[in-house]
């Protein structure tokens, strides 16, 4: 079982910036992309950006270049490195790894931390 704790949300006004951290830990071996979705009150979850091992990254068209997702493999760590933050980036944000394993994909989500964007 992969365990995913996230840390690092909280209350930021328009245009600040925050950083989310999410480390991995338990039977951790063959994660291979690991990420951020974010759901909003009243939406759907939704991508924000995954990253694998060698570092290639994915983002949604509406955090492009304003987010920043990154990996530290050796402590099985993604960081979201959030600057010029708008109200619509406001919601609860959620930590998300995949494994490759012999009896199919296992996903493993974190608990969730609240970013607010609000003045």
């Known amino acids: 079982q992969v365990h995913l704790v996230e840390s690092g949300g909280g209350l930021v006004q328009p245009g600040g910036s925050l950083r989310l951290s999410c480390a991995a830990s338990?039977?951790?071996?063959?994660?291979?992309?690991m990420g951020w979705y974010r759901q909003a009150p009243g939406k759907q979850r939704e991508l924000v950006a995954t990253?694998?091992?060698?570092?290639?990254?994915n983002y949604a068209e509406g955090v492009k270049g304003r987010f920043t997702i990154s990996r530290d493999n050796a402590k099985e760590t993604v960081y979201l490195q959030m600057s010029r933050l708008k109200p619509e980036d406001t919601g609860v944000y959620y930590c998300?790894?995949?494994?490759?394993?012999?009896?199919?994909?296992?996903?493993?989500w974190g608990q969730g931390t609240q970013v607010t964007v609000s003045s």
């Open positions: 998300y790894a995949a494994q490759s394993m012999l009896d199919g994909e296992h996903e493993h």
């Open positions: 338990g039977t951790t071996r063959y994660i291979y992309v």
């Open positions: 990253i694998i091992q060698s570092g290639s990254a």
